[in-house]
């Protein structure tokens, strides 16, 4: 077992009204910015990231240890 710092962001983060209990944690940021999209194209019928919300995304994660 070792610990690991892991990258989080809760869409409530990001969109506090949103209502929407989503959370993921990545490796990297790269990852996670790619697991906000998909989820977003699937559940907030978003296509694209517009570059603000990336901005806002980037502001909003935070690093938490994860033990694995
Ligand atoms: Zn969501």
């Known amino acids: 077992m070792a610990t690991k710092q892991y990258k989080q962001l ?35 019928k978003l296509e694209s990231i517009p570059q603000e919300m990336v901005t806002q995304v980037k502001a909003a994660i935070k690093t938490v240890p994860v033990t694995v």
């Open 10 to 44: 809760g869409c409530l983060d990001v969109q506090p009204a949103g209502g929407c209990g989503f959370q993921v944690r990545a490796e990297t940021e790269a990852e996670l910015l790619q697991l906000v999209a998909t989820h977003a194209k699937q559940c907030h």
